[in-house]
Structure formats: C-alpha cells, structure tokens
C-alpha cells in the first residue's frame, strides 16, 4: 500500500507539469500582450487543515499562516502585506470566498478580480468595521462616482466565517453574503454614451490583507481605512477557508485581440488549460488515481519503474520533488518580501480608493 502510495504520488507529480505563465506588467490597452491562462473549469479549495497551496496561486508580499482551519494573512509588522494571486484568469464566473476579516483600524481584508487592463471587482473589510463589507467595481481602472458601497451583514466579520459569493457575467454583476443578494449591477448602470466601466476582460483572483492606514500613506487612504494602523496591537489575521471558482468559459488561454478592452474582442483559445489538467490530477488523491488504475496498467508501471530505477530511487526522487516544492515557496516567501515596496497593484489600488473615497464623500 505504501509503495503503491510512493509511486502514485511520483506518476502524479511527472503528469502535472507546473504552470506555465501569463502577463502582469502588460496593459493589453496599450499593447499586445500574451494570452492569459484560462482556468476553464470549476474548482474548490479547501485551505483548512494546513493544507499547502498548490501551484495554481502565486505567493507575494509575505509569508502564508498556515492554520488549522484556514489559510492565514497576518499583518505582524509595519508594511506586511501577505497576498495570493491566481496564476490562472476566469472569464466571466461564479467565485465564492469563505472569510473571517482581520480586525483593527487601518487593516483592510480583501478579495480582489483583477484584469490585465484593470477591470475589477472587489470584496473589502475595512478592520475597525466589524459588521460592514465594502463592495466596488472599477472599469479599466477608472475610479466612477459610487462604485463603492458598504452594507452591513449580520453577525460579526471578524469571529464568523461568512460566504461571500460574486457572480459575474456579461449582463450582471452580483455580491452575496450567506446567500443574500446585496447588490446587483448591470453594464448599463455601469456606462453612460461615451464610456463602458463594465468589468468585463478575464480575471485573477487576489487575496490578501494590507495596511492601508499606515502612517506613511496619505491622509485620505488613512481615513478610508479606519485610521492609522497600531502595529503593536497586532498581529492582524484575515483568514480564507475555502475559495470556489467557477469559470463560464471554457479554454485554454484568454487573448486580447485588440486594444478596445471589450469582452467581445476576447479570443477563447480551445483546449483544457494547464491549470485545469493540473487541478483535475489533483483532484483525485493519488491512491485513488492508483486504484482507478487497470491492473495491466499498474503491473506495467511497476515493472518498467521498479526495473529502471527501483523503489529507493523512487522515494529518492519523490522526496526532491517535494523539496522542490518546498523550496520554491520559501523562495517565494523570500524574493517577494517587503523589500520591493508596495507592487503597482497595491499602489494603483490605493489610489484609487483613495480617490474612490474622496469622491464618495
Ligand atoms: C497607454 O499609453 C499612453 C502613452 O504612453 C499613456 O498615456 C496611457 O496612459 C496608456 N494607457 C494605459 C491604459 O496604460
Ligand atoms: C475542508 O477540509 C477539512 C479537513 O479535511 C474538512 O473538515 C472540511 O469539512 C473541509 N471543508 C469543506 C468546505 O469541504
Ligand atoms: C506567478 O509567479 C511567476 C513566477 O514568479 C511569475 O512569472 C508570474 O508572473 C506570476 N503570476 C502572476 C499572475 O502574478
Ligand atoms: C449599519 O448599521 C449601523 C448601526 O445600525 C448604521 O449606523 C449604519 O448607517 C449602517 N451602515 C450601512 C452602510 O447601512
Ligand atoms: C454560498 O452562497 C452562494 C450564493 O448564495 C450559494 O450559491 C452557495 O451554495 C453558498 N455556499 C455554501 C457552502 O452554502
Ligand atoms: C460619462 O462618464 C464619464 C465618467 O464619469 C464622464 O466624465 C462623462 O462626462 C460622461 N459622459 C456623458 C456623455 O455623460
Ligand atoms: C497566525 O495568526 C494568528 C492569529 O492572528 C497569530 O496569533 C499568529 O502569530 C500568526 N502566525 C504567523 C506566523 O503570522
Ligand atoms: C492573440 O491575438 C493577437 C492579436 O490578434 C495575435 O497576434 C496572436 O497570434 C494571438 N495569440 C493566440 C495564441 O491566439
Ligand atoms: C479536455 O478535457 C476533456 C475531459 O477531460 C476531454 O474530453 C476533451 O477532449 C479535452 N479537450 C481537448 C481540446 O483536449
């Protein structure tokens, strides 16, 4: 059972091939970029259990509080800044996100749609607002008059987890909370005669908390986020037990084919993306994939593998990949620490709530 258990897990890990790479500093606007990577498909992730990340999300800005029961983004000094982002863009979808926000004032909680040319839809929890979430939308990175819109929920943000839900598609844009619709908006409501702020080009998922009050920051995000944050009180943790994603399209690769930003010039590249092979290999655990296995098949990887290399080399070699994996988080850990200053995301985004909260008032 146990050797059987090795080799499934080494067939496994020499099928699923690691994700291959997208776009994020090209503005498809402005340029001709690459196609995105499709997610294509549904999929959940349980983060309880200290289970790992796979490698369909990217790790910037800080290290992952693997907890019990979710995974954790913890504020633990000045300008932490702990993010996830998905490798992979959905097009149009159904995503559904488990949270329990950090508390404090100037923490900001947040679960981020993004697009290469910046369209966006957003959940946030501002720390010092325990009953209120805060939903937005931005088209190509405009900020429009009354976008933002807080709503309170019942029960606490903090202590709860809560399932918010957002259904995107090209007619209507919709947040959930617990199965309550909050808020709907259509593409007409979200244009007038000249301009179309419609979130509407394929999407990564971002998942982080930040500080926006941060003393450094300007006074206008200050306010926005509750107020300066206390680094000593923390440390401050939002915790994600499960996020689901469903993508309405299915593809390989999402591309821009031309520079109007419209869903309608998004060409659909046929085909099962490396992500969504990656995820289906996963699915399954890797004795099941053993068992589901004929027994000719399992007689012949046995024979071929054991005669190559043997078992030895075998957990030799699972036990390198694993450190592979291992390595390349810490490596992601480390290379994407704080020293980089805030990325272009956090920055442009905190603009834009700044502004977003100047015209709101
Ligand atoms: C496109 O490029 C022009 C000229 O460099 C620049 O002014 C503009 O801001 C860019 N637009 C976007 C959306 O990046
Ligand atoms: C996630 O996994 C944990 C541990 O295996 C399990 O207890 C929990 O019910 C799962 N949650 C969901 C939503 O599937
Ligand atoms: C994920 O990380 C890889 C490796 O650092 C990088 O090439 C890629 O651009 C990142 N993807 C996203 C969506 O940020
Ligand atoms: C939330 O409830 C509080 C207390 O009842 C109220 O003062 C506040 O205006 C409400 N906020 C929103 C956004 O509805
Ligand atoms: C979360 O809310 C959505 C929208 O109401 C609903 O479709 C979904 O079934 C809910 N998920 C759970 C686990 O209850
Ligand atoms: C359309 O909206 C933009 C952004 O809010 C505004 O600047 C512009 O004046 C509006 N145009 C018309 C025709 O209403
Ligand atoms: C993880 O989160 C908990 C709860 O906020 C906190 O006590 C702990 O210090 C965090 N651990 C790390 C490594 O950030
Ligand atoms: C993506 O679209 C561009 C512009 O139309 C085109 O040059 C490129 O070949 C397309 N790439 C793929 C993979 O379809
Ligand atoms: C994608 O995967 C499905 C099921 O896994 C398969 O039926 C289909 O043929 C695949 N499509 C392509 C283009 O490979």
Not at 65 to 70: G, K, M, R, V
Not at 127 to 143: I, R
Not at 269 to 283: F, I, R
């Amino acid at each position: 059972m146990m050797r059987s258990s090795v080799l499934a897990a080494l067939v496994a890990a020499l099928v699923s091939t690691v994700s291959a790479q997208t776009t994020t500093n090209c503005q498809p606007l402005n340029e001709t970029c690459p196609p995105d990577l499709a997610l294509g498909t549904a999929h959940t992730w349980n983060l309880s259990s200290s289970s790992q990340l796979d490698d369909t999300w990217n790790i910037t800005n800080g290290v992952m509080n693997y907890t019990e029961d979710a995974l954790g983004f913890t504020i633990n000094k000045k300008l932490d800044s702990p993010t996830i982002i998905s490798t992979f863009y959905i097009f149009f979808g159904r995503l559904e996100y488990h949270v329990r926000a950090a508390p404090g004032h100037g923490v900001i909680s947040s679960v981020v749609l993004q697009s290469d040319d910046l369209d966006e839809v957003d959940w946030e929890w501002v720390g010092s607002e325990e009953t209120t979430v805060q939903t937005n939308f931005f088209g190509k990175g405009q900020t429009i008059e009354g976008t933002a819109k807080y709503f309170n929920i019942s029960g606490s943000t903090h202590d709860t987890y809560h399932n918010y839900t957002t259904w995107w598609d090209k007619d209507k844009l919709q947040w959930w909370v617990d199965g309550q619709l909050l808020r709907t908006v259509t593409p007409a409501e979200a244009s007038n005669s000249t301009y179309d702020w419609y979130p509407q080009t394929p999407m990564t998922i971002r998942i982080g908390a930040w500080p926006g009050g941060d003393p450094s920051g300007p006074p206008g995000r200050i306010e926005w986020a509750g107020g300066v944050i206390d680094y000593n009180a923390g440390p401050y943790t939002m915790f994600v037990s499960q996020v689901s994603a469903q993508d309405f399209t299915t593809g390989k690769e999402y591309n821009y084919t031309d520079h109007s930003g419209t869903w309608e010039s998004i060409n659909v590249v046929a085909g099962n993306s490396t992500v969504s092979k990656e995820l289906n290999a996963v699915h399954l655990s890797a004795a099941q994939r053993w068992n589901n296995l004929s027994s000719g098949a399992k007689i012949a990887i046995i024979v071929s593998v054991s005669a190559v290399v043997g078992i030895g080399a075998l957990v030799f070699l699972f036990c390198c990949i694993r450190q592979r994996r291992i390595g390349k988080r810490e490596w992601n850990a480390q290379n994407n620490q704080w020293t980089q200053e805030r990325t272009d995301m956090m920055n442009m985004q905190a603009e834009w709530r700044q502004k977003g909260y100047v015209e709101m008032k």
